[in-house]
């Protein structure tokens, strides 16, 4: 039997009430130790509020509350359930949950609710991922893309893909094995004309996919340039709010600073570096080390030149280094006398896309904004698509190089069983996209990254 677990459901602190919890065979008896109503738990009908107060195990009533009952699989976790509404605040909540583990429950750990529900079939792999989207969505575009995956869509579009692939996988089989037959029960051509229209289909998922994993993720950016060139100013006029400090002592930043904001719906994931120069200060060392990091593991770089001076050798190293790297270019200062033009740049610079702004004055910060938006969709408007994950987008991209070697080695007619082996191979990449056969460690990693009580 399973464990009866419990957590809280809502947010730690004061407000209307406090959701408690309870999931596993045997759970209504377990909350009629602490509950008095009118009738016992097990006496109501399941999925009505009852009225109620609770006692701990030395006879004391400390919260009036309303619980529900959840027959087994007709709860979140299919499960036997219960849920108590607390008073909001600290101490009821906690104080019913105390009472609960003193009679038999423990715990949760974070996602096990969920984790419950796909362990029991009541939702598939890519639904209990897009629960987690759901819950840490930034934008309404966002919002819509996990609410699709959670609604099973995106799954279904899987299955369906996963079933053609084993039904040409099957017609391969059979002429592997009766050779003799002259026509064989699927042609070159008819084989060549599946694969193709199989890629067709993955990779126009695929990009609904990444469509969605920007709207879920958002668009990592990390604002690098030498020390005192306007960097946390940038930050600064981006948010829209002083969470950097500014200063002109070179080297004042540190450590790096992360924050977020939406543009036309797509987060953007800002991060301020320390300015990058050779230093003997082995604090600041530290500091220059992790914005190369941050620069190399970043989806853009906005690169700082301060307009006021000359270009230096600092500026010109950096400009080696990310010219293979998708970057902007932003001349700061531009409010100020300048040593630096729009056209020298260019001419330094000429694959790079340059904008001019004043970080002091917000000028020119919107079309910043949109610059960075569209050297990632392409100036396509994201909408629409499914609210992924890297790791689906990772399974689905090696799926979709299988049948690519697939369609090779049947064209260039080097055997079936050679493009069984790779469709098997794709077939194994969807598998895991939906979670069938998941191992522990794969789960352990997916449900870690939820809160306790989801």
């Not at 004309?193 to 950016?221: Q, V």
Request: charged share 25%.
């Amino acid at each position: 039997m399973e464990d009866i677990i419990t957590a809280l459901a809502t947010a730690w602190g004061e407000g209307g009430i406090a959701v408690v919890r309870l999931s596993g065979e045997g759970s209504v008896l377990l909350a009629d130790k602490i509950f008095t109503g009118q009738k016992k738990l097990a006496e109501q009908p399941a999925r009505f509020l009852t009225l109620g107060r609770l006692r701990s195990s030395k006879g004391e009533f400390f919260d009036e509350v309303l619980t529900v009952r959840f027959d087994k699989g007709a709860s979140y976790t299919a499960e036997e359930s219960v849920e108590i509404h607390c008073h909001g605040g600290l101490l009821p909540a906690q104080k019913c949950m105390e009472e609960l583990c003193s009679m038999g429950a423990r715990l949760a750990q974070p996602g096990e609710f969920t984790r419950r529900a796909f362990v029991n079939g009541r939702i598939d792999l890519p639904q209990a991922e897009a629960v987690l989207g759901v819950i840490r969505a930034e934008s309404d575009e966002a919002l819509y893309a996990s609410s699709r995956t959670l609604q099973g869509s995106f799954a279904e579009k899987l299955r369906s893909f996963l079933d053609d692939i084993t039904g040409l996988a099957a017609f391969l089989e059979v002429d592997l094995d009766f050779p003799e037959e002259d026509e064989g029960y699927i042609t070159k051509t008819d084989s060549e004309k599946r694969l193709e229209d199989l890629i067709s289909a993955g990779e126009a998922l695929l990009a609904d996919c990444r469509s969605g994993l920007i709207l879920r993720e958002g668009i990592k950016t990390a604002i690098i340039g030498r020390p005192n060139v306007g960097k946390s100013s940038l930050l600064n006029a981006l948010l829209k709010e002083d969470r950097a400090i500014v200063t002109s002592v070179p080297g004042t930043t540190r450590d790096r600073i992360e924050e977020t904001f939406t543009h036309k719906g797509i987060p953007i994931r800002i991060i301020d570096t320390a300015g990058i120069r050779e230093t003997m200060d082995e604090v600041e060392c530290i500091g220059v080390n992790q914005s190369i990091k941050s620069m190399t593991e970043a989806d853009l770089r906005v690169w700082v030149i301060d307009a006021g001076d000359e270009l230096t050798a600092e500026d010109m190293e950096l400009g080696r280094r990310v010219s293979s790297m998708k970057h902007i270019v932003v001349l700061n200062k531009s409010d100020m006398p300048q040593k630096i033009s729009l056209d020298q740049l260019k001419m330094s610079f000429p694959l790079s896309r340059i904008v001019s702004v004043s970080a002091l004055k917000s000028d020119g910060i919107e079309e910043l904004k949109d610059i960075m938006v569209n050297e990632i969709t392409g100036g396509i408007k994201v909408t629409g698509g499914y609210g992924v994950t890297s790791r689906q987008i990772e399974c689905l991209s090696a799926a979709l190089t299988s049948l690519r070697e697939t369609l090779k080695i049947v064209s260039e007619g080097l055997g079936n069983d050679l493009a069984i082996t790779c469709l098997s191979d794709s077939r194994s990449e969807l598998a895991k996209l939906l979670g069938i056969d998941a191992t522990e460690n794969l789960l352990d990693t997916i449900f870690s990254q939820f809160c306790v009580g989801k």
